[in-house]
């Protein structure tokens, strides 16, 4: 059965991208033409008064409530008509092919027509943070239009936090953050550093790419795992097009691709469509310093005049606006106009009250704040069950033992129903463990991994994959267990397989 008839899926794929922020950075002042109208995009340095702080930005995408949309079935009224959809998808020079239908066209309706305000607070951001973005997948060898999935992850918003923890512009879950070397610990959380989470947000795309071979298939990974690509694949019959594995996928992740083309579209077209990227006040340049010892921002702000709120604009991993230099080298960011005065000031600034702000009683009472967010962190989430989890995958997602999970909502065996409600006690046990749960006891049910000679082995649960199956364990990669286990790409796992995970 086809799952569009009637409508129109285009492809393309051009050899040399020439996407850039060209694209969409503004031409300050300049008249354009768009419908046959005069637009005059604004003018950066003669509107000083209206230009909005980064923090004043990411703070109204946060309090902007969405407007709910189901791409299957909304069919909302449109401005253009499909022709032009798809001949503007057509002409973009892009890798990654942007088809057409009704689900994408309904996405860009939403980005173009229902938030309008929202995208244009998102297209001022872009300008700061895109290319920054691109420079890093041009690092990569990656296709440029990547830097789109930025936008639906997080709004361009490096202090997003998502109901299910993930954080940052990246939308990193925890475990996924560490796996791919992102430091996390009382002081400094790097998922919500914009250039350390990109290296890994796109270190990640790689190896979805990798093992896919299909950027809407590693697109779609991204969102939901990939194992739960794998299960929608098998449950339509092995076929490997986004469109037809589209019904077997997560509710969620069905309008992640579909997103993607829109916002790809957005940062192509938007003077087509009236809409003008809000001004950010932002420096001309950014410098960096490798912090060594124990700094805290406001020491920084008094000796040379910066104000907080830039510090922590262009700092926003450190999680008590304190630089942990003293455990290992950190990196500071300023913008250039205090270069001068950092680096001659710096004995100055780590001296200026340093026995008040490093005292005793002021990292106590961090720590005891920190024990207070981590009991907060206990009340209770409803998770509710999608097609195709398993409390191995949940607990795994919520950093749980699968025996927590059967302990809070009373069940008997590891048997659960899609669209059921699970109790998580975020954060915390069912009693407290002298030990903490490892990635290996929690992937395993909340016990031991069984040892084979001097590996420890990993039986093969349904629906897992070598990738859903690395990401469950401490340091250890996809392309490990291919390695270690002798594996080909053509290599098939099943339910009871028995795989090597690492030298004990």
Not at 6 to 19: E, F, R, V, W
Not at 258 to 279: G, T
Request: glycine letters at 6%; a neutral charge.
């Amino acid at each position: 059965m086809m799952l569009f008839a009637g409508l129109t899926i285009i492809g393309h794929a051009q050899s040399n991208p020439s996407t850039t922020m060209e694209d969409t950075t503004i031409n300050p002042g300049r008249t354009v033409i768009v419908n046959g109208d005069e637009i005059l995009e604004p003018d950066v340095d003669n509107n000083l008064d209206n230009l909005l702080s980064i923090w004043y930005l990411q703070r109204a995408l946060n309090d902007t409530a969405d407007v709910s949309l189901n791409l299957d079935d909304d069919l909302p009224v449109a401005d253009l008509p499909d022709s032009v959809y798809i001949e503007r998808l057509k002409t973009m020079p892009t890798l990654i092919n942007l088809p057409y239908n009704h689900v994408v066209r309904n996405s860009i309706i939403y980005y173009t027509q229902r938030i309008p305000e929202k995208s244009e607070m998102i297209l001022g951001l872009a300008q700061y943070y895109l290319p920054m973005v691109e420079e890093i997948l041009d690092m990569y060898d990656m296709p440029l239009e990547l830097r789109a999935m930025a936008i639906i992850e997080s709004a361009l918003n490096p202090r997003a936090v998502s109901r299910a923890k993930a954080k940052g512009m990246w939308q990193f879950m925890y475990r996924t953050a560490l796996l791919y070397d992102l430091k996390i610990n009382s002081y400094v959380d790097e998922r919500l550093d914009p250039v350390a989470a990109t290296h890994a947000a796109v270190k990640y795309m790689k190896d979805l790419y990798g093992i896919f071979g299909d950027w809407s298939l590693a697109i779609a990974a991204y969102n939901c795992g990939a194992g739960n690509v794998n299960k929608a694949i098998r449950r339509s019959g092995g076929k490997r097009s986004y469109w037809d594995i589209y019904p077997y996928l997560p509710r969620e992740t069905r309008g992640y691709v579909p997103n993607f083309v829109a916002a790809c579209y957005l940062l192509e077209y938007y003077r087509q469509h009236r809409l003008i990227p809000k001004s950010v006040c932002m420096p001309a340049q950014i410098d960096t310093f490798k912090i060594t010892k124990m700094l805290h921002f406001e020491q920084i702000a008094e000796v040379i005049g910066i104000p907080m709120d830039e510090l922590r604009d262009f700092n926003p991993q450190y999680l008590h606006n304190i630089i942990p230099g003293t455990s290992a080298p950190y990196i500071l960011n300023i913008p250039y106009e205090y270069t001068a005065l950092f680096a001659e000031k710096e004995k100055e600034i780590y001296a200026y009250k340093d026995s008040i702000y490093f005292n005793p009683n002021i990292i106590q009472h961090i720590a005891r704040r920190e024990t207070a967010s981590a009991t907060a962190g206990r009340a209770q989430i409803i998770h509710r069950i999608r097609p195709g989890e398993t409390l191995s995958t949940i607990a795994l997602k919520y950093g749980v033992k699968v025996s927590d999970l059967k302990y809070w909502n009373n069940l008997k065996s590891e048997r659960i129903i899609a669209n059921k409600k699970l109790i998580i006690n975020a954060g915390g046990a069912k009693k407290q463990s002298s030990k903490p749960a490892t990635a290996a006891t929690v992937a395993n049910g909340g016990k031991k991994a069984p040892v084979g000679g001097d590996y420890i082995i990993h039986t093969v649960k349904r629906g897992e994959s070598l990738y859903s199956i690395a990401e469950g364990y401490d340091n250890v990669t996809y392309y490990d267990l291919m390695k270690l286990n002798k594996y080909t790409k053509n290599t098939k796992i099943y339910p009871g397989d028995k795989i090597k995970i690492g030298k004990l």
